[in-house]
């Protein structure tokens, strides 16, 4: 889904804008966020906003839901 947004923007002569497309290894509590925090991620590559995805098999098929603030932050 990521690499087709990515595709989206790159293919559209209208965006001007700057999108960091980050993908996190090890997302299922194997530590990914925190080593790539660690590694400086947002001093490389500064962010206004940050919006992840997960799947969600409940919702129909070409609708997502949305909320403010943390959501699926933790397996726990």
Same mark, same amino acid.
């Not at 804008?17 to 960091?20: K, L, N, W």
């Given at each position: 889904m990521l690499i087709r947004a990515a595709r989206c923007l790159a #293919?559209?002569?209208?965006f001007a804008?700057?999108?960091?497309f980050i993908f996190q290894p090890a997302e299922e509590a194997r530590g990914g966020a925190r080593a790539?925090?660690?590694d400086g991620l947002f001093?490389?590559?500064?962010? #206004?906003?940050?919006?992840g995805l997960h799947n969600s098999p409940s919702l129909s098929v070409g609708h997502f839901a949305t909320r403010r603030g943390p959501m699926m932050a933790s397996v726990h």
């Open positions: #293919d559209d002569p209208a804008g700057t999108v960091h790539m925090l660690a001093e490389r590559f500064p962010c #206004d906003s940050i919006y």
